[in-house]
């Protein structure tokens, strides 16, 4: 069974603070993988998304992959009362259309 | 450029009643894809689109149908509702070289 894992959390971190979300995927075989923030009541929103092993940054976000270790990271720096949200981790394999999601990070970011 | 939209965005509904949750998006995009999502259940795929004509099985199918009415547009139907679907449902869609995924506002579905 192909999964994305991910610590539920709460994850708590002090305004200003870099938060770190962490994921692992088990299909050697994923080759995109995908960041979502999805506010209370509200649909998931792309906020990153990565292909490439390394870094990969968009403002106070960077995303980091390392397929050896089938592991993705999203990092947010300066982190806001408005960042807290559930971050959701995906990776889908070329070819199947299916993506895989894990089951959210939830963070809190404290003023 | 409105993305993915959805229609309703809420609905109550009687045991035993049918109704089409209705997706469209205007991105070009060749996949379009129907979920759930439960309290500490995550997203699951109910079903998907990989392009048009095409309609395939998630995760968890029954008790639903879907018909992909034209590149754009992708509708759910439940043809007599159970309280078990009570539910968030999100439409999305995908595309492009990394296949990027895209979500709508979300069907708030309640089942009496």
């Known amino acids: 069974q192909k999964e994305v894992e991910q610590n539920s959390g709460p994850l708590s971190v002090p305004e200003g603070a870099i938060a770190s979300l962490n994921c692992t995927y088990s299909d050697r075989g994923s080759q995109s993988f995908f960041w979502y923030r999805q506010y209370s009541g509200k649909s998931p929103e792309l906020i990153m998304s990565?292909?490439?092993?390394g870094d990969k940054e968009d403002g106070r976000f960077t995303a980091q992959l390392n397929k050896a270790s089938q592991y993705v990271s999203l990092l947010i720096r300066d982190s806001q009362p408005s960042d807290s949200a559930t971050y959701l981790c995906a990776a889908i394999t070329s070819g199947t259309y299916k993506y895989i999601f894990g089951t959210g990070t939830r963070l809190k970011v404290l003023a | 450029n409105a993305g993915v939209t959805q229609t309703p965005k809420f609905q109550v509904l009687k045991t035993g009643q049918s109704m089409t949750l209705q997706c469209a998006q205007d991105?070009?995009?060749?996949?379009m894809y129907w979920y759930r999502q439960d309290p500490g259940m995550g997203l699951r795929l109910i079903y998907y689109s990989a392009s048009e004509g095409t309609t395939d099985k998630g995760e968890v199918p029954n008790g639903y149908n879907v018909s992909r009415l034209n590149k754009r547009e992708f509708s759910l139907r439940l043809e007599s509702a159970a309280p078990s679907q009570t539910s968030v449902y999100f439409c999305?869609?995908?595309?492009?070289?990394?296949?990027?995924?895209?979500f709508g506002p979300g069907t708030r579905l309640t089942v009496t």
């Open positions: 991105m070009n995009h060749n996949s």
């Open positions: 999305a869609s995908s595309g492009g070289k990394f296949y990027e995924q895209y």
């Open positions: 990565i292909y490439s092993n």
